[in-house]
């Protein structure tokens, strides 16, 4: 029993040891709303609440204002996460054309690059996939992401301590385009009744999420009411989004769990 509890103690001092030594890069599509700003402090705070961990090193760079890190500071960071943002993927703004070359270095390099929602459509594009407005219109709320017999491996890395990996796990959902071709040698690994790219992931370096793994309901329930005064959306429609924040529920800590050990390489 002791040496099982000492060996409990170590298990924990190197996985914390394992965390002090890391070091990740948010870059940041959107300007912080003053909601997000208000309750969170910015959406660098949001992130990091969900995907970091003690003992880590988080920078932000605004890349949607132009900055970016220095090539030759990539290699000192164990993963890059790419943001959400209410420009779209297949434009042509400067900022977006040096995010793309970023991003192509990086792959090059092998780097973990997590791409979440604009993230994920961009880093399709910088690889030579295609993206597009959603031939379906808006999604905007809690979907069911059903998961690819492919993604169960992954899955079982990535979500270890469950009896059982979901057949489907809901998300927060807020976009109007969508990837419509995977890049060369990708695998979509989950897909939902609206959107057919949901996942996809190259290698072991890169992971797409089309969803918000990262947003509360009460930043989604914001971002509705911004749409529905900028004219974006029709009332009916935001109505409907907001009962159904109502009533379902994400699965953030599944999708956290997911997101942590892609970065992290576990």
């Not at 695998?187 to 959107?195: H, L, P, R």
Request: with cysteine.
């Amino acid at each position: 029993m002791l040496m099982t509890k000492i060996m409990k103690e170590v298990d924990q001092r190197d996985h914390h040891r394992d965390h002090e030594n890391k070091r990740f890069a948010l870059l940041l599509a959107a300007r912080d709303s003053e909601y997000v700003k208000k309750m969170y402090g910015g959406y660098f705070n949001v992130f990091v609440t969900a995907f970091g961990e003690e003992g880590e090193r988080w920078d932000l760079f605004r890349v949607v204002d132009g900055e970016f890190p220095d090539m030759k500071d990539l290699d000192n960071y164990d993963g890059f996460v790419v943001s959400g943002s209410p420009y779209d993927a297949y434009g042509n703004d400067s900022w977006i054309i040096k995010l793309c070359f970023l991003l192509q270095t990086l792959d090059s390099m092998a780097k973990k690059v997590l791409g979440i929602c604009f993230g994920h459509q961009v880093i399709c594009r910088a690889l030579g996939g295609k993206v597009g407005k959603a031939y379906s219109g808006w999604d905007l709320g809690i979907r069911k992401v059903k998961i690819t017999k492919e993604l169960v491996p992954l899955m079982n890395c990535y979500l270890e301590d469950l009896d059982e990996i979901p057949a489907s796990l809901s998300i927060i959902e807020c976009h109007q385009d969508e990837v419509w071709e995977v890049p060369s040698g990708a695998s979509v690994i989950a897909y939902s009744d609206k959107t057919g790219v949901e996942m996809f992931t190259i290698e072991d370096h890169i992971l797409g999420i089309q969803g918000h793994p990262e947003y509360t309901k009460d930043i989604l329930n914001n971002i509705i009411d911004r749409l529905l005064n900028d004219h974006s959306i029709e009332r009916g429609f935001a109505e409907d989004a907001k009962i159904m924040l109502q009533i379902a529920e994400p699965d953030r800590k599944c999708w956290e769990k997911i997101c942590r050990n892609f970065l992290k390489g576990r």
